[in-house]
């Protein structure tokens, strides 16, 4: 674990907004010279406090404009593997996100799709018939907030 000092604090929310910004400009908004600065992004980076950055595409400007949360229950767990099932299920275009959590749900996933016909296709064609596939649950999203998390 690395200790992380207050200049290294306000970094990463300079950062965690936007950051394609130069180290030069983030330099100058830390009271930092460039090299310095990009010293600090490199030692972050290093050490696996950032661990990449993302580009993050607007699914409503690519003409996806649902969102849906699905939680999904195995329905064989000894049968089929929760690998196999993240596997499969990571394969489907239409899936951002899968994260294996502990709760009533064995994974919960992000899905976009064009309308909510779209949707109720992926989810018949594509997820339900994934083997161990059981119970699901379905949560549309209605509006969303990047928050950028706790930075200790």
């Not at 010279?33 to 993302?54: C, F, H």
């Not at 109720?120 to 549309?140: D, H, K, W």
Request: a positive charge; charged letters at 30%; hydrophobic letters at 45%.
């Amino acid at each position: 674990m690395i200790a992380l000092d207050d200049t290294d604090r306000k970094l990463l929310r300079l950062l965690a907004q936007d950051a394609t910004q130069s180290a030069g400009a983030l330099g100058r908004r830390l009271g930092l010279s460039q090299p310095a600065t990009w010293r600090r992004i490199r030692k972050l980076e290093d050490s696996g406090v950032i661990r990449g950055r993302r580009l993050r595409l607007n699914a409503e400007a690519l003409s996806f404009g649902v969102t849906v949360f699905l939680g999904v229950k195995l329905a064989r767990k000894g049968q089929v593997s929760l690998a196999d099932f993240e596997r499969a299920v990571s394969a489907i275009p239409e899936v951002q996100t899968v994260e294996h959590v502990l709760g009533l749900y064995d994974f919960r996933l992000r899905v976009v799709a064009r309308d909510l016909p779209d949707f109720e296709r992926v989810l018949r064609r594509r997820i339900m018939t994934l083997p161990g596939a059981g119970e699901v649950e379905a949560n549309v999203l209605l509006s969303e907030e990047r928050r950028p998390g706790p930075i200790g």
